[in-house]
């Protein structure tokens, strides 16, 4: 019976190891699954979600082209409305056949007006490569992928060839028509869960059979040696003669007691070890059953859905403050200001236009404070899928006073840019978290004490008027210092200083920009606004003159005039503005003001 056991064991250990070494190498499955396709003659070709999870796990996607290939992804809202009207390839996914497809989806704009999809504000990540290009992304639901093949520059294989104009045989000219963009070869690869659980249990299993197989082999060989093996006989010792006995007589009625046969010794032992066996086998046969490990779940880089998706999330934000931040100091040191408005627009970029001209013609004026973006302990983004869209920040550094920063995209292929930039005086009050962002209101809305584009109009009037104005309950005067800086105090001030052959008026309004506002935790509006605020200075005696001095000399151009002088001064405002039955004040929570503009009364 020993014998039968090891050579079961023996039997169960090689199929246990063969199983489970097959399950790594010829029952293994393949690795990927793989697909290949040639892109149409579109200038951009998009993958949507759909494609991109055609088949579980993470995609591969190679691109080869001749020239810069630039890949992008993004939610797949933003991607179709930065594509609008262009043409584009559209690639697809067979199920019958496992294989890519692409599609030509023929649109109205000329490729010639289409601008290049790197650097948009849109994408959650970009890559560039030149004639190959290979990524591995984690695409949820929602995501698309935005291809573009743009021409190698400075590669001097081509010289520019002036197109001539399309004309009928009258000599009507008639739109030209589009080149055809050179096609891609794209693959996209995806994982297959070719792995063996089973197959390490299987191994160490049968090994363990093995060994016990062979604990049972020796065993049986020592035990049959023992039992038939050749023995030593010893001669036999005559026996001693014995002593006479008396045997009891028997009584009638004694029966003979049978003697009990004892158990053969190793029987239990045996049964023990052929169950342990028979045991380790049924144990190894339900682990090759097992359940295979599922993948895991693909982490998205887009936030939770809700109701209105966030115009940028926190990771796109990052890389749209550090653009922003580095194109504006790139600007402020070659007094650019071009460069300065592909991040900056309306107020925000009318004071650092204003400071360029300033410091070209008098080098002993100081720059503007640069933006800081080394912490960034707010950012609200408006919750909308439509543009314009804004987004409100919080930005400072170490050392510096933070900074408030509203930016604004008008449309999906324009990038966001800063329309106010103030310093904070005052603690912004709660707001909703990133992931989450909030409604932006309308301009005139009641939802507050004052509507938002009423604000500019009553602290003007303030400024001007202090206490005496209509609207100095309104607003808290208590740590304003721009009150202090250009209210009637400033103002009377002002007047004082100028000689009695001359006058100065002084007028405010809001500015051209649209007021921006946002809704905080308590219902209530953090607004940006913009005043203007005008300073005109004119002689009153005939024959007599002004002379503009400092900064207002320098914009202007005039060392003197004897019609006078125009100084409006932009002055951008953060407020508070707490809901319309609250007996709270407004308060102004930043500014930042400065000379944008300076002419000679005409």
């Known amino acids: 019976m020993r014998f039968v056991v090891a050579i079961v064991a023996f039997v169960l250990a090689a199929a246990a190891i063969g199983l489970g070494v097959a399950q790594r190498t010829v029952l293994a499955g393949p690795a990927s699954v793989s697909s290949t396709v040639v892109t149409g003659s579109a200038p951009l070709t998009i993958i949507d979600a759909a494609t991109l999870n055609a088949n579980a796990g993470t995609q591969s996607i190679e691109v080869a082209g001749d020239g810069d290939v630039v890949l992008a992804y993004g939610r797949t809202a933003d991607v179709m409305a930065w594509v609008g009207e262009a043409s584009y390839n559209e690639i697809g996914w067979d199920a019958e056949t496992g294989e890519l497809t692409a599609t030509v989806v023929d649109g109205s704009e000329s490729s010639a007006d289409l601008p290049s999809i790197a650097g948009s504000d849109l994408w959650l990540r970009e890559f560039t490569g030149t004639d190959l290009l290979t990524r591995k992304i984690n695409a949820p639901d929602g995501i698309s992928v935005i291809i573009a ?83 030593r006989t010893t001669p036999k010792l005559p026996k001693r003669p014995k002593p006479p006995q008396l045997k009891p007589q028997k009584r009638r009625g004694d029966a003979p007691t049978p003697e009990l046969e004892a158990p053969r010794a190793g029987s239990g032992r045996r049964r023990a070890f052929v169950a342990a066996g028979l045991l380790t086998a049924g144990v190894l046969a339900l682990a ?42 790139d600007a402020d040191e070659a007094k650019d200001a071009a460069l300065a408005g592909q991040r900056l627009t309306g107020p925000a970029l009318a004071l ?38 804004r987004v409100f920040a919080i930005t400072r550094a170490e050392g510096v006073q933070a900074v408030g920063l509203t930016l604004i995209q008008e449309s999906p292929r324009e990038n966001y840019k800063v329309a106010y930039a103030v310093t904070l005086i005052a603690t912004v009050p709660d707001v909703a978290p990133a992931e989450l962002g909030s409604s932006a209101l309308a301009p005139g809305n009641n939802l507050g004490l004052l509507a938002p584009e009423e604000l500019a109009d009553a602290y003007g009037d303030v400024l ?67 005043l203007e605020d005008v300073e005109t200075v004119k002689p009153v005696e005939a024959g007599a003159a002004v002379n503009p001095s400092g900064q207002v000399k320098a914009l202007s151009g005039k060392t003197q005039s004897t019609r006078g002088i125009v100084a409006t001064y932009g002055v951008q405002l953060l407020f508070y503005v707490p809901p319309v039955a609250s007996d709270q004040e407004i308060v102004l929570l930043g500014y930042a003001q400065g000379l944008v503009a300076a002419t000679e009364v005409g």
């Not at 009258?170 to 297959?192: F, K």
């Not at 993948?295 to 940028?312: D, K, N």
């Not at 210092?481 to 405010?508: C, H, M, W």
């Open 288 to 329: 090759g059953c097992t359940t295979e490990a599922q993948p895991q779940p693909i982490v998205s880089e887009t936030p939770p859905g809700g109701p209105q998706p966030v115009a940028v999330t926190a990771g796109q934000f990052s890389g749209i403050l550090t653009d922003v931040v580095d194109t504006v100091a």
């Open 149 to 231: 093949l743009e021409p190698a520059a400075g590669d001097g294989t081509e010289a520019a060839v002036e197109t001539p104009e399309a004309t009928t045989e009258d000599g009507t000219a008639v739109d030209a028509v589009d080149e055809p963009s050179p096609p891609l070869d794209l693959s996209i690869t995806w994982p297959l869960d070719n792995s063996a659980p089973a197959s390490g249990p299987l191994v160490v299993g049968g090994i363990v059979l093995l060994l016990g197989g062979l604990g049972a082999f020796l065993w049986a060989l020592v035990h049959a040696r023992g039992g038939r093996g050749p023995r």
């Open 464 to 530: 001007i008027n202090g206490d005496e104005s209509e609207f100095a309950d309104l607003f808290q005067a208590e740590d304003d210092s721009l009150r202090e800086a250009i209210g009637i105090d400033y103002k009377t001030t002002r007047r004082a200083e100028l000689p009695t052959s001359a006058t100065v008026e002084f007028t405010n309004g809001p500015g051209e920009e649209a007021p921006v506002a946002f809704l905080t935790n308590d219902s209530g509006q953090i607004v940006s606004v913009i």
């Open 352 to 389: 650092r236009t204003a400071n360029y001209a300033i410091r070209t013609a008098d080098a002993a004026v100081a720059p503007l404070a640069p933006l800081p973006s080394e912490i960034v302990p707010v950012m609200l983004p408006e919750s909308t899928d439509t543009w314009p869209r």
